[in-house]
């Protein structure tokens, strides 16, 4: 098994897999870790995996040619007694720590989509270059390079949602890229006429990304809002202590947002507060671990009895594409 993860988090991916029993680490690179046997034949949750490809083939050459030609008759090789009747997903990846893996790695996808055509077309007009949204399993082809003369391809991957989303000019800052994507980790965004709790809100990312939408978002923070959040008629401003911040007697948010530079075991417990009081729906929750033990508070996370997501019938923790030294919880509250 190959896993992929955000470049620098490497030994954080690994440590969380050793931890869930999965397999040794028998090789690592700028984004990547593989795997030798490994226990089970599906991945678990993982935090800090972006994608897990199971049984990849790994494929030398010393040109584009080579890697493509190669490439293409594993895949037609794979496809014997498989039926493709709708889109398919055909995604390729490298480490842009490694300068010009990139382009050579596109020369080769170019180079195999040509012989693809000319031996299957109707099948090579199906492949979609997008990741399916949301978490869970897929059926394609996903190619990661790690290096120039190397890459591995699976027909099978584990997806963990995340992915690199577009920027807006309206929005007050880059945390707003973290609730787009969590909101595709999550399989559900908010809707027009719901409503939101935005705790710790300045300068107004995530409130602006509900208030684009159409929800309603009361922006709890002592601190300015800016941008597209700045006098939004969508977003109620409160200058309050987001610690202290509770609905009214009776009243239930659709969703809770927190993104606070603050100790993520306080945030946690400020969290738990709303779940076990059901004063929210859905959740959106940022924990920040540049100073904290990384894997113990995920562990906290993930399975003490007092965790937030006790209380959610849908849930998911993930190391975004946008995320740094934090990881976002993302859930749904069973009803």
Not at 140 to 164: E, K, P, Y
Not at 288 to 296: Q, W
Request: hydrophobic share 45%.
């Amino acid at each position: 098994m190959l896993l992929t993860c955000q470049s620098g988090f490497e030994a954080l991916l690994s440590a969380e897999v050793q931890a869930a029993h999965l397999g040794a680490v028998d090789a690592s690179g700028a984004g990547w870790i593989q795997l030798g046997a490994v226990a089970g034949a599906e991945a678990p949750e993982l935090c800090f995996a972006h994608r897990a490809m199971f049984e990849p083939a790994e494929i030398a050459g010393d040109s584009v040619n080579a890697l493509a030609g190669r490439l293409c008759e594993w895949f037609m090789g794979t496809l014997r007694g498989e039926k493709i009747e709708g889109a398919w997903p055909s995604v390729w990846q490298a480490p842009i720590e490694i300068p010009g893996l990139g382009k050579r790695l596109g020369s080769v996808e170019s180079e195999f989509s040509a012989l693809l055509k000319k031996r299957l077309s109707r099948v090579a007009k199906l492949a979609s270059p997008d990741l399916p949204r949301g978490t869970g399993s897929a059926r394609g082809l996903f190619v990661f390079a790690t290096d120039f003369g190397r890459i591995h391809a699976s027909r099978s991957a584990w997806l963990g949602g995340q992915r690199r989303m577009a920027d807006d000019s309206a929005a007050p800052s880059r945390s707003y890229l973290k609730t787009e994507e969590a909101f595709v980790v999550l399989g559900r965004e908010p809707a027009e006429g719901e409503t939101v709790a935005d705790l710790g809100a300045a300068p107004g990312g995530w409130s602006y990304s509900a208030a684009k939408r159409g929800a309603q978002v009361v922006a709890v923070d002592n601190g300015p809002l800016k941008g597209g959040a700045l006098d939004n008629p969508r977003i109620e401003h409160r200058r309050e202590d987001a610690f202290r911040f509770k609905p009214a007697p009776g009243q239930r948010y659709d969703w809770l947002f927190c993104d606070m530079v603050e100790d993520p075991r306080r945030v946690l417990d400020l969290v738990a507060q709303w779940t076990r009081g059901r004063w929210c729906r859905h959740l959106v929750v940022n924990l920040k671990f540049g100073h904290a033990d990384a894997l113990a508070l995920l562990d906290q996370v993930q399975h003490s009895s007092e965790s937030p997501l006790r209380d959610c019938a849908v849930a998911h923790v993930r190391h975004l594409f946008h995320d740094r030294e934090e990881f976002t919880l993302v859930g749904s509250l069973a009803e």
